[in-house]
């Protein structure tokens, strides 16, 4: 009797301390670690000043970048490390947000994945197809979260297209999308030195426009067909500022097919003014939005022209990618399979654009096989 009590009060105290720590877990910042600080969008998360995560250290080989941006951010020099491999053993970190080169994409991934270290990368997901197949592998046998981070999966109007043409019907079946992204080029907006360096080299970058931009409508288009493959790809790419890019195009477009619709994205280092827009036609209506939160909207076609002006600011949406990031490590949400950030989706991106490099080389059509 004495026995069964002392076995019952054991197997009670362990399930409270298990509930304890489960709880402690669920609350506790995630501890994150960024590799390479060249990208400009670093310094959203080097000032970021949230509970749910924290900064454990970061890895930056350029001393004297990693001084400047110390000074800037008002960071501890002791958080920075010269060695990636060394500062993940060091602090083995929950989680590493990459903010260096795309090519350096699959190095991360292959220093963190063994470690059991999840990722979110910026976009897109890695420069080649070949890239984005063995950093899949590895993310599965390893276990860990593999996330692209795109700015156009924080927009509401991005959320309300997906839900007015999967929940309500609002378009009927897509027929043509057709998405502008862009700004006036990585030079004339001003960006750093360092980002300079690798956006505009074919390598670091794996091309120019077309990969910068044109990822985001591969990415949108790829959602919005829940993971279909195209049919076929067609790119053409131009230099009309060979004297700033000579290494790489500043304008991209891109043709890709289905079997029931069409998606044509205009990516370009050669806009009047920075430009994330995207507009849906269906058999029924179309859905446009000009930016994060306007949205023109027209159903049910008749002889007079009608369409409803509406503003997406209402929806719940994560507009901060390192809360979504934690709140996925902390299981209190999960990556929809065909989800913006998630890595089927996005390694149908990269499969997309290594293909549009393909067609604009060698002016032929890329089909997919099935």
Request: glycine residues 6%; charged residues 20%.
């Amino acid at each position: 009797m004495k026995k069964n009590i002392l076995k019952h009060s054991i197997l009670l105290i362990c399930f409270i301390v298990s509930i304890y720590f489960s709880n402690a877990q669920s609350t506790a910042p995630v501890r994150i670690c960024v590799a390479r600080i060249t990208h400009d969008h670093v310094g959203w998360i080097l000032s970021r000043n949230k509970p749910d995560v924290t900064i454990a250290g970061i890895y930056e080989p350029d001393k004297e970048l990693a001084e400047r941006y110390a000074k800037k951010y008002s960071l501890n020099e002791a958080l920075f490390y010269t060695d990636l491999n060394k500062m993940l053993d060091a602090l083995k970190p929950e989680a590493v947000v990459a903010f260096g080169s795309i090519y350096e994409h699959m190095q991360v991934v292959e220093a963190c994945a063994p470690r059991h270290i999840h990722v979110m990368v910026e976009k897109p997901l890695a420069t080649t197809y070949q890239q984005a197949l063995r950093m899949d592998t590895l993310a599965k046998k390893f276990n860990i979260k593999l996330l692209t981070n795109f700015e156009t999966s924080w927009y509401p109007s991005t959320a309300k297209t997906y839900n007015l043409i999967n929940d309500s019907n609002y378009i009927g079946n897509i027929k043509k999308v057709v998405i502008h992204d862009g700004h006036q080029g990585p030079k004339e907006i001003g960006v750093s030195k360092n980002f300079f360096e690798w956006l505009t080299d074919p390598v670091q970058n794996g091309g120019g426009a077309l990969i910068d931009f044109g990822c985001y409508g591969a990415n949108l288009m790829t959602y919005l067909m829940h993971g279909q493959q195209p049919v076929s790809v067609t790119a053409v790419t131009q230099h009309f500022k060979p004297d700033i890019y000579p290494k790489v195009d500043d304008e991209a477009t891109i043709i890709v097919t289905y079997p029931t619709a069409q998606c044509i994205i205009q990516a370009s280092w050669n806009w009047p003014f920075g430009r994330k827009d995207m507009e849906v036609y269906g058999d029924k209506g179309y859905i446009i939005s000009t930016n994060n939160t306007n949205m023109r909207l027209r159903s049910q076609p008749d002889s007079v022209e009608h369409s409803e002006e509406v503003n997406a600011t209402d929806l719940n949406v994560y507009t901060d990618p390192f809360a979504y990031l934690a709140n996925v490590l902390r299981n209190k949400i999960t990556v929809p399979e065909n989800g913006l950030y998630a890595l089927n989706t996005n390694i149908t991106v990269v499969r997309i654009l290594d293909a549009a490099g393909a067609s604009a080389k060698t002016g032929k059509t890329i089909y997919f096989k099935k």
